[in-house]
């Protein structure tokens, strides 16, 4: 169980540490993403300095790390989907979003880990896709903020957990405190940038939250 243990965190931490949006900004416009705009490694800053095709591909990419190292690790350790979660499925989730905060490529610094987690757990909750998609939307709609509406995807997705996995088909409580972990967990991350956008706009939360265009930016 040891070994199962540890290659989980290997397997999880260096997908995660792939560095998606620091290739697309030297790639195309020959820029560290992590020294331009909002210096955040991560879909959003890639769309605002780089280009929203090359945003999408890391978009995908980050979404896609820690269900890939979920799915390597099943693989290699014969583990086959029995329910929406394990404990070696979580413990890849969580090796893969600390790797792509902390990649060690990139001397440990990297972006948010937002998108990864939202894979991840969309990859355990598959039946939540459309609700979360139409709670996105609705709220990109309202606000025409990118960041603002996926990150509320992170506090939905205890209530679609326990409201739809756990009340209606009895999958186990984990899956609500799995995504109640990740989404105070990256909260934290975003407490500095929050700050920042905040004497930005003057202190008015109104405009940190609400904007104008899509291309709006604090």
Do not use: C
């Amino acid at each position: 169980m040891i070994n199962n243990i540890v290659i989980a965190i290997i397997i999880g931490y260096l997908l995660g540490s792939f560095p998606s949006a620091y290739l697309a900004g030297r790639l195309r416009k020959g820029i560290d993403i992590r020294q331009v705009g909002s210096k955040n490694m991560g879909a959003m800053n890639v769309f605002y300095q780089v280009g929203p095709m090359e945003a999408v591909l890391v978009t995908l990419a980050d979404l896609g790390k820690g269900v890939g190292a979920i799915l390597l690790v099943r693989w290699l350790l014969g583990n086959p989907l029995i329910s929406p979660f394990d404990f070696l499925a979580g413990l890849t989730g969580i090796a893969a979003v600390i790797g792509h905060i902390f990649p060690i490529s990139l001397k440990f610094r990297g972006g948010k880990g937002a998108a990864a987690a939202i894979g991840i757990l969309i990859f355990l909750m598959p039946l939540a896709v459309p609700f979360l998609f139409a709670v996105f939307f609705v709220a990109l709609l309202i606000t025409r903020n990118p960041t603002f509406s996926y990150s509320l995807l992170l506090i939905v997705f205890p209530f679609v957990a326990g409201f739809i996995y756990v009340e209606r088909y009895g999958e186990p409580l984990a899956l609500v405190f799995y995504s109640i972990g990740i989404g105070i967990f990256l909260g934290i991350q975003y407490i500095p940038r929050l700050k920042e956008m905040r004497d930005k706009s003057g202190g008015d939360w109104h405009k940190v939250i609400k904007r104008r265009s899509l291309k709006e930016r604090l």
